[in-house]
């Protein structure tokens, strides 16, 4: 058994203005034994502090700080290092539902899945929803 149910990879570069509400939607999951891997892509902003802050809060994040090559870089960093049984990755600018892990792992459990898909809802800089999908 590994130390974490879902390893969650989060590559950093440059988002200080979205970071607080991603990372929040992170460390607020109902699913509480997770691992958040997060990846500074060379951030030039305050991405980096904020995620000080956030790990200096919850012992479950790592961060790993590189110079800029790019979000998959970041993400195979992230892959490389990651202790849980199962992974997710989203982008530093996006945010889960409070539940999404906790649903997707209790999917995967109960159907002896290796891989479960969700969809999801964009949200423009306004807060208009544009287009909706659902988990399945």
């Known amino acids: 058994?590994?130390?974490?149910?879902?390893?969650?990879?989060?590559?950093?570069?440059?988002?200080e203005k979205y970071l607080r509400e991603s990372?929040?939607?992170?460390v607020n999951q109902t699913l509480k034994d997770i691992e958040i891997i997060l990846i500074d892509d060379g951030s030039t902003d305050s991405s980096l502090s904020i995620c000080k802050e956030y790990a200096k809060n919850d012992d479950r994040i790592k961060?790993?700080?590189?110079k800029n090559q790019g979000a998959a870089i970041a993400r195979n960093k992230g892959i490389e290092l990651a202790k849980?049984?199962?992974l997710s990755i989203i982008d530093s600018d996006d945010y889960f539902?409070?539940?999404?892990?906790?649903?997707?792992?209790?999917?995967?459990?109960n159907n002896n899945?290796?891989?479960?898909?969700?969809?999801?809802q964009e949200i423009n800089d306004s807060g208009k929803k544009f287009l909706t999908w659902i988990i399945q």
């Open 1 to 15: 058994m590994s130390e974490a149910k879902v390893s969650v990879i989060i590559p950093i570069y440059n988002v």
């Open 23 to 26: 990372l929040d939607s992170v």
């Open 63 to 66: 961060i790993l700080t590189q």
């Open 84 to 86: 849980g049984d199962y």
């Open 97 to 109: 539902d409070l539940k999404m892990l906790e649903k997707l792992y209790n999917k995967a459990i």
């Open 113 to 120: 899945l290796d891989i479960t898909i969700c969809y999801s």
